[in-house]
């Protein structure tokens, strides 16, 4: 409007002080700013809270100026800085995280070409080495790096009633071992929970963030955190099954379909119980884990149940589960899981 009354478009009223053509042009500069950023709202472009923040603060000088005829301008645009504001925060969050998978995937160590035989095997307990074999992996180069697509009903809570419908992707790689697991949990309409888990370099960090501003969760990395997400790893390796042969994990027969891993990495231990069906598939891991950390944190049972199995680029994986915390005050189904898709050896970042 303080274009079309400087430049005589239209006769408004409304505007009670006269306005210059250039003062006009700046108008039509703020209007013209704030339509690109709803344009890059609607391409997905990550960049167009930073668009929107120079059209509000153009738009905000001028509604200074013109104070008495535009003083309700500034609800607009106290709004429209919020979400922009909140985006950035989102922005930078993520720019971390691709940092994060960037420089775990830049750490893979030289990917070995020669393909897994049974002698290769051979040594590990009769049933890791029936799993390694349904799984597909005789016959292929060992698994370096994993990326997946991951679908999440969530509880945080023992009591919670409703699930949270959670995305989520992750990054592993297996020498040197690490992952990188983010996610966004929606916990009601319009708002949302974006999170963060790692493990690199032996140390394991948890991060949570309301609208990726404000820290709900902020643990690690610390003695607990860090043999909690040792033990992630370890018990993912069912996604990764060449990880089985690696140097940091020595296994011990517990029957003819069970076997435990222990994993020692930089003097960081933890070791968990792997369960196999009667075809060889992955059925569950069982370990004893930290929920917290500090003085007071305590080891509770942490159980993942495989619930069906999929061909993932020629080799068998979980494809979806339900991890189970047993508490004293009982049984707490933590989180159901799906696996969307699966990538070996990805060479690039997707965020």
């Known amino acids: 409007m303080g274009f079309m009354k400087a430049f005589f478009l239209a006769e408004l009223n409304e505007i009670t002080n006269p306005v210059s053509k250039p003062m006009g042009l700046l108008w039509l500069v703020a209007t ?11 391409f ?104 997946m697509n991951q679908n999440y009903q969530l509880k945080l809570k023992p009591d919670q009633k409703n699930w949270y419908s959670t995305t989520a992707k992750q990054y592993s790689t297996v020498s040197p071992p690490s992952f990188v697991w983010s996610a966004e949990i929606e916990m009601m309409p319009a708002i949302s929970a974006f999170g963060r888990d790692k493990f690199i370099e032996g ?29 992630r790893f370890l018990g993912e390796m069912v996604w990764y099954p060449s990880a089985a042969l690696s140097d940091y994990i020595i296994w011990k027969d517990l029957g003819p379909q069970t076997a435990k891993a222990t994993m020692t990495l930089d003097g ?36 993942v149940n495989i619930t069906s199995t999929k061909e993932f680029e020629g080799v068998m994986l979980p494809a979806s589960g339900e991890v189970n915390w ?25 965020f």
Request: hydrophobic letters at 45%; one cysteine or more; aromatic letters at 12%.
């Open 44 to 147: 997905k472009n990550p960049l167009w809270w930073l668009v929107a923040i120079i059209g509000v603060l153009i738009s905000q000088v001028l509604i200074l100026i013109f104070w008495k005829d535009s003083l309700y301008g500034t609800l607009p645009n106290i709004l429209i800085l919020v979400v922009s504001l909140i985006a950035f925060a989102q922005y930078d969050f993520e720019k971390k995280i691709r940092l994060e998978v960037a420089y775990v995937l830049e750490n893979v160590m030289e990917k070995k070409t020669a393909v897994i035989t049974d002698e290769d095997i051979s040594s590990l307990p009769k049933s890791v080495q029936t799993w390694l074999k349904a799984s597909g992996m005789i016959g292929k180069t060992p698994i370096q790096s994993v990326f």
């Open 203 to 231: 140390k394991g960090e948890m991060v949570f963030k309301l609208f990726s501003v404000f820290a709900v969760a902020n643990d690690g990395p610390n003695p607990q955190i860090n043999e909690a997400a040792l033990q």
């Open 268 to 303: 960081l231990s933890g070791s968990g119980i792997f369960t196999f069906d009667k075809d060889g598939h992955a059925k569950s891991f069982a370990a004893l884990r930290y929920q917290g950390s500090g003085t007071e944190a305590k080891r509770s049972e942490l159980t």
């Open 32 to 42: 013209l700013i704030l339509v690109l950023a709803g344009v890059m709202i609607f």
């Open 326 to 350: 047993r508490l004293d005050s009982g049984e707490w189904t933590w989180a159901k899981f799906e696996i969307q898709d699966c990538t070996f050896n990805p060479n690039q970042v997707d």
